[in-house]
């Protein structure tokens, strides 16, 4: 949380097609940069308020599970590889409810 991090990729396949077009209209896309801003709920299992490029928009933790984010390179885009394989000290690849 608080720290940026560029859009790796998206499960569109996962979202209903109202919920992908909407995440889209904010600016959810490959190479966008996004912070969490606040987590929600008990536990951080609810919403999050997000700042995706300048704006700053709330989204379900469902949604948010099917973002996956890139931390650490300057690059916005690369080769991802799992949260649970990476280790590298450059960058990491995560769900985005992970960062």
């Known amino acids: 949380m608080g720290r940026a991090a560029w859009i790796d990729r998206v499960e569109w396949d996962r979202l209903s097609p109202g919920e992908a077009q909407r995440l889209r209209e904010f600016g959810v896309e490959e190479g966008a ?14 919403a999050l ?23 650490g390179a300057e690059t916005p885009l690369q080769t991802s590889v ?4 990476s280790s590298s000290a450059h960058s990491s690849a995560q769900a985005l409810t992970a960062s």
């Open 49 to 71: 308020a997000c700042r995706i490029g300048r704006m700053t928009i709330a989204m379900r933790h469902a949604h948010a599970d099917a973002i996956h984010v890139r931390i």
């Open 82 to 85: 799992p949260a649970a394989v």
């Open 33 to 46: 940069t996004v912070e969490v801003l606040h987590r929600a709920g008990l536990l951080g299992r609810g």
